[in-house]
């Protein structure tokens, strides 16, 4: 079973297409990462499964039930934007608001559990108006994840975090999706950060998917190279490019793909008289794929 | 992994949208603000113009003399009997009574509804709510308990202000049955306006000024009817009509609002 399967769907506004014939399958229990230049279609399509936004045609499936489906509806959890909170009101008076409207039997219980998961046990009686970037993406999430949530649907909840909020909102959707099986769709710009929590990836481009891959795949597809600095760098770069079959000479480095034998490297420079100032191995990570994907594809 | 989805009865996603809406209403300080008001305005219109009574002010420019005409009676502020109403009448008497309130409602469900689509709390209510219908009963259900109160607080303040100013609370051929027949109708004719401006609401979702605006506009062209309908010797007939009529435009116009609300974006 898929968490959410969207096939062939379309939404313009005003003629432009900002979501075109966008086919996407989330497997239950993922962390997929949506991924997408600014005005790719990304929060559009997040809107669209949420019923925010109506499609001109296509299907959205959510736990192989329409995602009109009163009883699948109530377990989906989102944060789009903002939090949707009343800023005069506490964070313990919104988010009893929300159980209420989910029709939660055990509502202080229920609003206990999801402000330990957010950490925020502390904060409940601040005003709304009063918290942090940080506790209201938070709050946000806690909303999100009242009522037993299935699925979680978060539009760049780690934007505008410090390094320690970016951390802890790791811990939590780790957390989420391990003790509770949620599954959550994220969208981000910071790539580095998502590349660490994210089992599978889409990547979009105006309005269409253009790649959907589990981080296994990425891990198989990304190069690795080795980075090295010497003290005569033009002779060496001539050198290691009659060595091997892919260097070169970037940011200040010569890059070697495919090769990750930093000692063997050493000491075919070493004895080459080429001393060593500097190496190290590396890996094209998400945000590397990423760039080249997009530059292909304009290409 | 098996997952497992309960049904979510109509019942059950009514009640506790209702619940939401009543603890939305009753925890903000506007509905206290808005009964506030047409608590104390009958008040002051009863006692400043029974203070003004009689008085005559003479036009400079023309010589004319104007005689400025007060209450006579407290139940004036609520209307008057059917053999005396004139709907194209703009004295004093005849423009701030009850009827006012019925532009009143046209702020209290504009800001309302606008408020939550205007903080973005539409959007955690529609998530998790696949079906519209729940947010139209519920919302027209509040908004009509709250205008309710508000005509409430007109009649208490039209009362105390009768009492103050010392004005007769005599009922004359309407009798007290007429009365509370009077304040039944007009509550049924709340429902109709409270289904009207709803839909100018679902129509204007976060923009709180083109809701008043389209509300106000179809007000006034049901205000002129409303003192002939819910006359103060009202008896059942216009009750029930009143209400029947309410129920329609609710039914109606929700249907309307709904459809508005499916077809079309929410954020």
């Avoid at chain 1, 009101?89 to 989910?102: E, Y």
């Avoid at chain 1, 909303?143 to 939590?172: V, Y």
């Avoid at chain 1, 590349?195 to 253009?210: F, L, P, S, V």
């Amino acid at each position: 079973m898929n968490a959410i399967e969207i096939r062939g769907l379309s939404k313009s506004f005003r003629g432009l297409y900002a979501v075109d014939n966008l086919n996407m399958t989330v497997p239950v229990g993922a962390i997929y990462g949506f991924i997408g230049e600014n005005g790719s279609g990304k929060s559009t399509t997040e809107k669209l499964i949420c019923g925010h936004l109506v499609p001109d045609k296509g299907s959205i499936k959510l736990f192989d039930r329409p995602y009109t489906d009163a009883g699948v509806r109530v377990r989906v959890g989102a944060l789009i934007e903002n939090t949707g909170c009343f800023p005069n009101s506490s964070v313990w008076d919104n988010l009893m608001m929300q159980a209420i409207n989910l029709g939660l039997s055990d509502r202080a219980g229920e609003i206990d559990r999801v402000l330990n998961i957010v950490r925020m046990e502390d904060s409940a009686r601040i005003k709304f108006k009063s918290c942090s970037l940080g506790m209201k993406q938070r709050i946000g999430i806690a909303m999100a994840l009242l009522g037993d949530s299935a699925l979680l649907i978060l539009d760049e909840p780690i934007n505008g975090l410090d390094a320690e909020g970016m951390k802890m909102m790791r811990e939590i959707l780790v957390d989420i999706t391990q003790q509770y099986g949620c599954t959550v769709l994220i969208s981000s710009h910071i790539l580095g950060e998502l590349e660490k929590i994210a089992t599978h990836y889409g990547i979009i481009r105006q309005g269409k998917m253009i790649q959907e891959l589990s981080a296994k795949d990425l891990e198989g597809r990304a190069k690795v190279f080795t980075s090295v600095k010497t003290q005569h760098m033009q002779g060496a770069f001539g050198f290691l490019r009659q060595k091997f079959s892919d260097v070169r000479a970037e940011d200040g480095y010569i890059r070697i793909y495919d090769v990750d034998d930093t000692e063997g490297i050493v000491g075919l420079l070493m004895q080459n008289g080429f001393p060593v100032r500097e190496i190290k191995k590396n890996k094209i990570g998400l945000e590397e794929y990423y760039i080249e994907l997009m530059s292909k594809k304009e290409a | 992994m098996e997952m497992r989805f309960e049904k979510s009865s109509f019942g059950k996603r009514l009640s506790s949208m209702l619940k939401v809406d009543f603890c939305r209403m009753f925890t903000t300080r506007f509905l206290y603000i808005m009964v506030g008001i047409c608590l104390v305005m009958p008040i002051l219109i009863l006692v400043m113009t029974t203070m003004m009574d009689g008085s005559v002010t003479v036009d400079p420019q023309t010589g004319v003399e104007t005689v400025m005409e007060g209450f006579d009676n407290t139940w004036q502020a609520i209307g008057t009997v059917s053999s005396e109403t004139n709907p194209m009448a703009m004295g004093l008497t005849t423009m701030c009574n009850i009827n006012m309130l019925y532009f009143f409602i046209a702020v209290l469900v504009g800001v309302f509804v606008a408020d939550d689509f205007r903080s973005g709390y539409a959007k955690n209510i529609f998530t998790v709510r696949a079906k519209k219908t729940d947010y139209v009963i519920s919302k027209t259900v509040t908004c009509f308990v709250g205008c309710a109160l508000m005509f409430l607080g007109f009649f208490v303040g039209t009362v105390l202000g009768g009492a103050i100013a010392g004005l007769p609370f005599d009922t004359g051929s309407a009798g007290i049955a007429g009365v509370v027949m009077c304040m039944l109708s007009k509550l049924g004719m709340v429902a109709v306006f409270v289904g009207m401006d709803f839909a100018a609401s679902a129509a204007a979702k976060g923009r709180t000024w083109m809701s008043i605006v389209i509300s106000m506009v179809a007000a006034m062209l049901l205000y002129m009817m409303v003192p002939m309908i819910t006359p103060l010797d009202s008896g059942i007939v216009n009750v029930i009509g009143c209400f029947v009529a309410g129920g329609i435009v609710c039914v109606g116009l929700g249907a309307v609002s709904n459809a508005i609300l499916k077809k079309t974006s929410l954020v």
